[in-house]
């Protein structure tokens, strides 16, 4: 059965519908629509009207000038997390659930970004919490890392994208401005990417599979690109790729120069 119509994707797509408020499949009497087109009134070209700019929730120029100012304008995580709350310019904010905006350890030496809540983020508030966040968190533990002691974690969008699509060019520029004040704020000493999004965000490159594995710097900070941990979930075969990461974060982080 192709991956996109299994039972799990057919229930997210369900409860996506209802979220939106579609709660009638069926009425109780059938409708001939060929009939109520017949009878509908006749539409009256409306009257011209100055064209105008389009809407700032579009995106745009305005979006991610407002995205700026908010972001420079938080003194701390916690102002940050007050301005992505405030931040009207993203329409993925009017079908989630919950912000999703961090978690682990503030200040800690590894700051890991992904991409974009999940449907377990997004009930939970919290990053990486499904099944890809558990085999992230086997990954660290694995070199000696955990969200509870010496990580902290964020992604490029706070917000869940409808059936977890894949981020937006527009939605990643308005982004980009609160992603480098939360690494200003955080101060880590290395900032992991996991996935396009965030390479996307961080380094203005894609293609994650030929970035992963070598060290680069962005904003200040050594970057390490690593495949995401849901990649791995569908390819178990590249979890040799990003176990070869992780050692060079372990070997990266026991240098004595940062």
């Known amino acids: 059965m192709d991956s996109a119509l299994d039972f799990h994707s057919l229930r997210a ?14 009425g109780d009497v059938p409708v001939n629509r060929y009939e109520v087109a017949a009878q509908a009134a006749p539409v009256l070209a409306a009257p011209a009207v100055p064209k105008q700019a389009p809407a700032a929730t579009g995106g745009g120029s305005d979006a991610v000038a407002a995205a ?15 301005a992505l709350a405030g931040y009207e310019h993203c329409e993925l904010k009017r079908g989630a659930r919950n912000l999703v905006f961090a978690d682990g ?3 800690a030496r590894v700051m890991i970004i992904g991409e974009a809540p999940g449907r377990d983020e997004d009930r939970a508030g919290r990053p ?25 974690i964020t992604n490029v969008m706070p917000w869940r994208p409808p059936q977890n699509a894949d981020l937006k060019a527009a939605e990643i520029e308005m982004m980009r401005p609160f992603v480098e ?21 961080v380094l203005g490159k894609q293609g994650i599979t030929r970035l ?15 495949l995401h941990p849901a990649y791995l979930l569908r390819m178990p075969g590249a979890k040799r790729a990003a176990w070869a990461d992780l050692l060079d974060v372990q070997a990266k982080l026991r240098e004595g120069g940062i």
């Open 105 to 107: 350890v503030p200040g």
């Open 128 to 152: 990486f919490v499904g099944r890809a966040g558990q085999l992230l968190d086997r990954m660290l533990g694995a070199v000696g890392l955990s969200r509870a002691e010496n990580v902290y």
């Open 68 to 82: 700026r100012k908010a972001a420079q304008g938080a003194g701390d995580l916690e102002a940050l997390r007050a």
């Open 181 to 201: 004040r939360h690494v200003a704020l955080a101060a880590p000493d290395i900032v992991v990417l996991m996935g396009n999004a965030p390479c996307q965000t």
């Open 13 to 26: 797509l369900l409860e996506w519908q209802v979220e939106l408020g579609a709660d009638e499949a069926i």
């Open 212 to 226: 992963r594995g070598e060290w680069t710097e962005a904003w200040g900070k050594p970057v390490m690109p690593m």
